[in-house]
């Protein structure tokens, strides 16, 4: 059972416009989770991070927020670059340490 | 600075054959992770490790074994290897519990068996 559900596969943009990714959870225990990149042929990237006691976490051109009551994350970057052009994972945990992760969304950054 | 590094990076093993996967870290973590990555699923945690010679089961376990005898090592093991244990591998490492929550990835290590 998907604890982290990513519903859009893949995503296109236009460089420099808002990409929203966007994540749903289903365990209400969960009170941390992060964002991952993933370049084809490498490992995942750590992105950003939100714990349940914030609704939003800034880092440059990213942004998480968090809505507790809909179970319901999401990613905005602003502007979007060609080189943001990879999938994103969130992931969930309710311990800080077994994190539960969603299947990805391939986002294009069309220049 | 090295990172994560996985050894080897690709594989193919016939059923029932035995091998070990090598993840080193050289960033003085104290948290390893082992994780699988299919087709249409995310990546899903199959052992951690919270401290040498401590180990612990993640969410898909069956199958495998692990070892951490060493603060920078974690090895994953297939006794006997099958069709199903076809996937990417990834190991990670996390400095630990009160750090920013994000791991540090190895490139992977993509098996096959035949």
Redesign the interface.
Known sequence: D?Q?KQNSPSLSVQEGRISILNCDYTNSMFD?F?W?KKYP??????LI?ISSIKDKNEDGRFTVFLNKSAKHLSLHIVPSQPGDSAVY?C?G?NT?????????TSLTVIP | NAGVTQTPKFRVLKTGQSMTLLCAQDMNHEYMYWYRQDPGMGLRLIHYSVGEGTTAKGEVPDGYNVSRLKKQNFLLGLESAAPSQTSVYFCASRRDMTANYGYTFGSGTRLTVV
């Open positions: 998907q982290v941390y992060l991952y042929a490498e490992g995942p990237t750590f991070s994972f992931a945990s800080g340490n077994q994190f539960y992760f969603g299947t990805g």
